[in-house]
């Protein structure tokens, strides 16, 4: 399991999130949802080990992530951060990429490395495009290859900083789709989702951050039934037939 206790995170020593204790637990997915600003991304790099800790703790399994080598954490926790650069590379040559913290000194895929890209890129549907060049992809076949990427990593742990940005709708639903997926696999899912109704559709636990805090964090029902959406967000929720719909507070 993933812990934080008592956690502030921020930039250059300067909290922008105070005093956070949450747990992921293992197999389970947790989407962080807040106004822009409210520091859920700056939390999701954290706990992901890109961005160092202002105080309190971060802990694997009970173990400071502070005391992993590199490359040792990099087998238990996979990152698709929100912005990358696009290298000048195939698709195929992408998704190896994932097994890197798993190679040895020569850097040599073996057979399982080989087997492994290929089971990441049927998963994430991209197989066809594997001799693209990234570049001259579409923004969700792109972010598809990332994700390839990420699954061939075959870490216990996978964090999604915002990863349906600059997709349409139906392709948003699709990586979504895909996700739970990964989790029904018993990845544990940490993610960043700006769409509130997502959110609560495909999390089994929704974490809510407002003016530099963790305001609460439960199951989807519940957080749609305690109202602190509608308090951090100033919107109203609806919930019918098993959807949720939003509008703004009149």
């Known amino acids: 399991m993933l812990e934080l206790r008592d956690l502030r995170c921020g930039y250059r020593g300067a909290p922008i999130l105070q005093n956070v204790s949450l747990e992921f637990p293992e197999g389970s997915i947790t989407t962080l949802v807040g106004i822009n600003g409210c520091g ?16 309190g703790e971060l802990l694997l399994d009970g173990r400071p992530i502070s005391s992993f ?17 696009v290298p000048a590379i195939t698709v195929e040559a992408l998704v190896a990429h994932g097994r890197f913290p798993w190679l040895g000194l ?26 693209r060049e990234l570049r001259t992809l579409s923004g969700g076949e792109r972010q598809k290859a ?48 700006h769409d509130l109704a997502q959110a609560l559709q495909y999390s089994e636990r929704v974490a809510v951050f407002s003016n530099g805090a963790l305001i609460d964090c439960a199951a989807p029902e519940q957080i749609a039934a305690s109202g602190v959406l509608e308090q951090a967000f100033s919107v109203k929720l609806t919930c019918c037939e098993g959807h949720y719909l939003f509008s703004p507070l009149k």
Do not use: N
């Open 106 to 131: 020569m850097r040599k895929p073996g057979e399982k490395d080989r087997a492994l890209c290929e089971a990441a890129l049927e998963a994430a549907d991209i197989a066809a495009l594997r001799h």
């Open 40 to 55: 859920k991304s700056t939390l999701l790099k954290t706990a992901a080990g890109l961005l160092p800790p202002v105080s």
């Open 69 to 85: 080598a590199p490359r040792e954490f990099a087998r238990r926790v996979a990152v698709l951060p929100q912005s990358r650069e």
């Open 146 to 193: 990332y994700l390839a990427m990420t699954i061939a990593q075959d870490t216990d742990y996978i964090f999604l900083d915002e990863p349906t940005t600059y997709l349409d709708i139906a392709r948003q639903f699709e990586f979504l789709e895909l996700v739970q997926t990964l989790h029904a696999r018993g990845k544990t899912i940490v993610m960043v989702l």
